[in-house]
């Protein structure tokens, strides 16, 4: 079996090869000690106000009470719908207390997108930010949801704050749609009417569903992965004991530009390092990034998780290099590949290795990670979290050795419960306790991993696989590229071919230039056929490259 595993014998020093995912019964067992552990430490803090410990503890307690004086019972979802503000850790906490199962919903949904997902799951109450109620007036009539409590972006800051951040935010950059919800209440008064009631003992167990997180949607209509008490537990878990050996508890500050309904910054934030008594500073909206600079600049931060284009873009801001880094000791990437120009330059810059780390929604998310210490590789996802195994699994089934090309699959405590109401799709992608993650890779001989491409991006040209990844790291590194996306667009002659969409760095690039950098580069069938040179790329709300709407938009006639 070891031979199978090489990875168990080269973790980083420090850091065990299991975890106990029953060392807790629940989430709230967890949250309970840590706040009474972490006491008056601050918590979370967003825009120039800190909560503590103690003061995230009795406002979810009071909205936990108020969520079941308005009847719903455990096993209920509510909809978290709103950016990284104070407001999301005491709903979620509150909710998870109140036995509730917690559905987080982007704020950037269409109302189709909302609807969708309402539907699918059940929802039967939502939090939602006051700049998104319009979305839902038009759908809220065909969905379960009868509570309904709106908050405003600058709701728990102090009062004169209050009333300017909400002033700005409504009238001078008319942020807020009108919109029109009848019995709705405000998230300061849902605390308030919540202090006179008592939240009641509510039993929580190991394998109750208590988070519904829905997949981007990116290749159709997106899924629930029902994620349990253990499988959040044992991610958790997994995650402090890779960042412990290099953590002080209730030291550590985190950047959080990430939004926390994202399972990346979901459970590595709110989750592992809150309990950990770090105190994450939340950035509202992490595309500002004078907001982002200005939080790194106020504070000495330790521990910075983002993805590769949040990476990319601070390094070509002219103010960030003025930051002082010299706290800053823990960097992950995830959500996406990291560009090995991007992770050097990082470096060069920071001085902190940019450490790359791999999951899905499904395992919650965590399946692998470079070791912490230095000792990772470019390029790699690193060697997988404890009490996880991973393979690569050929098209036939055949179990793949080290450097042969196929899919891998993992298997461990955090992969999720199923896809909520899809049994057949929970079925295609479990099989005997191992994930079908969909990703292309291949495990070097000494167990590091390394991420191929996503089989549905991969480009067929004339037989030959060719990943967008191995593209747009090419491209990366050309001097007058700021991003690069590559895509697979139909061909009469080769069935299909390269296409690539470009942002320029520097005004001067051509379309000759690209091409010659490539077939530098590139083996000819890889080399793109076309370029176009676009303002921006679109993007999912953590900053990953869409290439399905490139490719749309790329074979629209």
């Given at each position: 079996m070891?031979?199978?595993?090489?990875?168990?014998?080269?973790y980083?020093?420090g850091?065990?090869?299991?975890?106990?995912p029953?060392?807790?019964?629940?989430?709230?067992?967890?949250?309970?000690?840590?706040f009474?552990?972490?006491?008056?430490?601050?918590?979370?803090?967003?825009?120039?106000?800190a909560l503590?410990?103690?003061?995230?503890?009795?406002?979810?307690?009071?909205?936990?009470?108020?969520?079941?004086?308005?009847g719903?019972?455990?096993?209920?979802?509510?909809?978290?719908?709103m950016?990284?503000?104070?407001q999301?850790?005491?709903?979620?906490?509150?909710?998870?207390?109140?036995?509730l199962?917690?559905?987080n919903?982007?704020?950037?949904?269409?109302?189709?997108e909302?609807k969708?997902?309402?539907l699918?799951s059940?929802?039967?109450?939502?939090v939602?930010a006051?700049?998104?109620?319009?979305n839902l007036?038009k759908?809220?009539?065909?969905?379960q949801?009868?509570?309904?409590?709106?908050?405003?972006?600058?709701?728990?800051?102090?009062?004169?704050?209050?009333?300017?951040?909400?002033?700005?935010?409504?009238?001078?950059?008319?942020?807020?749609?009108?919109?029109?919800?009848?019995?709705?209440v405000?998230?300061?008064?849902?605390?308030?009417?919540?202090?006179?009631?008592?939240?009641?003992?509510?039993?929580?167990?190991?394998?109750?569903?208590?988070?519904?997180?829905?997949t981007?949607?990116t290749?159709?209509?997106?899924k629930?992965?029902?994620?349990?008490?253990?499988?959040?537990?044992?991610?958790?878990?997994?995650?402090?004991?890779i960042?412990?050996?290099?953590?002080?508890?209730?030291?550590?500050?985190?950047?959080?530009?990430?939004?926390?309904?994202?399972?990346?910054?979901?459970?590595?934030?709110?989750?592992?390092?809150?309990?950990?008594?770090?105190l994450n500073?939340l950035?509202?909206?992490?595309?500002?990034l004078?907001?982002?600079?200005?939080?790194?600049?106020?504070?000495?931060?330790?521990?910075m998780?983002?993805?590769?284009?949040?990476?990319?873009?601070?390094?070509?801001?002219?103010?960030f290099a003025?930051?002082?880094?010299?706290?800053?000791?823990?960097?992950v990437?995830?959500?996406?590949?990291?560009?090995r120009?991007?992770?050097?330059?990082?470096?060069?810059?920071t001085?902190?290795?940019?450490?790359e780390?791999?999951?899905?929604t499904?395992?919650?998310?965590l399946?692998?990670?470079?070791?912490?210490?230095?000792t990772?590789?470019?390029?790699?996802i690193?060697?997988?979290?404890?009490?996880?195994?991973?393979?690569?699994?050929?098209?036939?089934?055949?179990?793949?050795?080290?450097?042969?090309?196929g899919e891998i699959q993992?298997?461990?405590?955090?992969?999720?419960?199923?896809?909520?109401?899809?049994?057949?799709e929970?079925?295609?992608?479990?099989?005997d306790?191992w994930?079908?993650?969909?990703d292309?890779g291949l495990?070097l001989?000494?167990?590091?991993?390394?991420?191929v491409?996503?089989?549905?991006?991969?480009?067929?040209?004339?037989?030959?696989?060719?990943?967008?990844?191995?593209?747009?790291?090419?491209?990366?590194t050309?001097p007058k590229?700021?991003?690069?996306?590559?895509?697979?667009?139909?061909?009469?002659?080769?069935?299909?071919?390269v296409?690539?969409?470009?942002?320029?760095?520097?005004?001067?690039?051509?379309e000759?230039?690209?091409?010659?950098f490539?077939?530098?580069n590139?083996?000819?069938?890889?080399?793109?056929?076309?370029v176009?040179?676009?303002?921006?790329?679109?993007?999912?709300n953590?900053?990953?490259?869409?290439?399905?709407?490139?490719?749309?938009?790329?074979?629209?006639?």
């Open positions: 070891a031979s199978e595993r090489p990875w168990l014998n080269i980083a020093k850091v065990p090869a299991h975890i106990d029953d060392a807790y019964g629940s989430v709230v067992q967890l949250l309970e000690e840590t009474k552990k972490y006491g008056a430490k601050p918590a979370f803090k967003g825009m120039g106000k503590t410990y103690q003061q995230i503890d009795r406002a979810s307690r009071n909205f936990g009470a108020y969520l079941i004086s308005r719903l019972q455990p096993g209920d979802k509510i909809a978290l719908m950016p990284n503000l104070l999301y850790p005491i709903a979620l906490f509150g909710a998870l207390r109140a036995g199962v917690v559905v919903t982007n704020p950037l949904y269409t109302p189709r909302m969708h997902q309402f699918d059940g929802v039967k109450a939502i939602i006051e700049n998104f109620a319009a007036q759908v809220l009539p065909d969905t949801i009868r509570t309904v409590i709106v908050t405003s972006i600058g709701e728990l800051l102090p009062c004169v704050k209050r009333t300017i951040v909400n002033f700005v935010v409504r009238r001078i950059k008319r942020m807020v749609p009108s919109y029109r919800i009848p019995n709705t405000t998230f300061r008064q849902a605390l308030r009417q919540g202090r006179a009631f008592t939240l009641p003992d509510i039993p929580h167990n190991p394998e109750d569903v208590i988070l519904l997180q829905y981007g949607g290749t159709g209509l997106s629930g992965a029902m994620l349990t008490n253990r499988n959040l537990i044992a991610n958790m878990l997994q995650i402090r004991a960042m412990e050996p290099v953590l002080e508890q209730g030291r550590e500050i985190i950047l959080c530009p990430l939004p926390l309904y994202h399972i990346f910054a979901f459970t590595v934030n709110c989750l592992a390092l809150f309990s950990y008594g770090a500073v950035i509202v909206n992490a595309r500002d004078k907001s982002v600079i200005k939080e790194l600049k106020a504070h000495p931060v330790t521990i998780p983002g993805v590769n284009t949040l990476f990319n873009a601070l390094l070509h801001h002219p103010d003025s930051v002082d880094f010299s706290h800053l000791k823990i960097t990437g995830g959500g996406m590949a990291v560009q120009a991007v992770a050097e330059r990082w470096q060069q810059v001085g902190c290795y940019l450490a780390g791999y999951g899905l499904a395992t919650s998310p399946l692998s990670v470079n070791p912490l210490d230095g990772g590789r470019l390029g790699t690193g060697l997988p979290a404890p009490s996880t195994d991973m393979r690569v699994v050929a098209e036939d089934g055949r179990i793949c050795g080290p450097n042969e090309t993992a298997k461990g405590p955090q992969v999720m419960k199923g896809y909520y109401n899809k049994p057949e929970t079925d295609r992608v479990i099989r306790g994930f079908a993650t969909g292309i495990m001989p000494d167990g590091f991993f390394q991420i491409d996503r089989k549905k991006d991969m480009i067929l040209v004339s037989g030959f696989n060719v990943y967008p990844n191995e593209i747009e790291d090419v491209l990366a050309h590229v700021l991003e690069a996306a590559a895509v697979g667009i139909p061909d009469e002659h080769s069935g299909e071919v296409k690539v969409f470009i942002v320029k760095r520097d005004k001067s690039l051509t000759r230039e690209v091409m010659e490539c077939k530098e590139l083996t000819n069938y890889k080399v793109p056929k076309s176009e040179f676009r303002q921006e790329l679109p993007k999912t953590v900053g990953k490259i869409l290439r399905r709407a490139l490719r749309d938009t790329a074979t629209a006639p």
